[in-house]
């Protein structure tokens, strides 16, 4: 990682409902050790990722993935596809939904 979450050029927001069951294994999956951190951190561009849990519904998500750019972003993603395809795979059992919230830019730069 480099630069600080503040520093972001791009935010890639998804919404997830956790199963019951699974609550402790999505944490440990989209939290700060897990899989996607991992898969993100050697990124050029990589910023941070944070997860956030809904205070009135414990098993609702939010992560926010920090970015320098929508283009590193996409480059990460072209070269790193086929991890992210399976990483995305095995942690769809731990969900019931998820949703793309959206991709965003800063308002002003």
Not at 15 to 43: C, H, I, M, N
Request: proline share 4%.
């Amino acid at each position: 990682m480099s630069g600080s979450l503040y520093d972001w050029g791009y935010l890639v927001i998804w919404e997830f409902q956790a199963r019951p069951e699974t609550v402790a294994a999505f944490v440990q999956a989209y939290g700060p050790s897990g899989d996607w951190v991992k898969l993100f951190r050697g990124a050029y561009g990589y910023l941070g990722t944070e997860l956030v849990r809904d205070v009135n519904s414990p098993q609702r998500f939010i992560t926010i993935d920090f970015w320098s750019s929508r283009q590193d972003y996409d480059e990460f993603r072209i070269q790193h596809g086929v991890e992210y395809k399976r990483i995305d795979e095995k942690c769809a059992q731990l969900t019931l939904a998820e949703r793309l919230v959206g991709e965003f830019e800063p308002a002003v730069k």
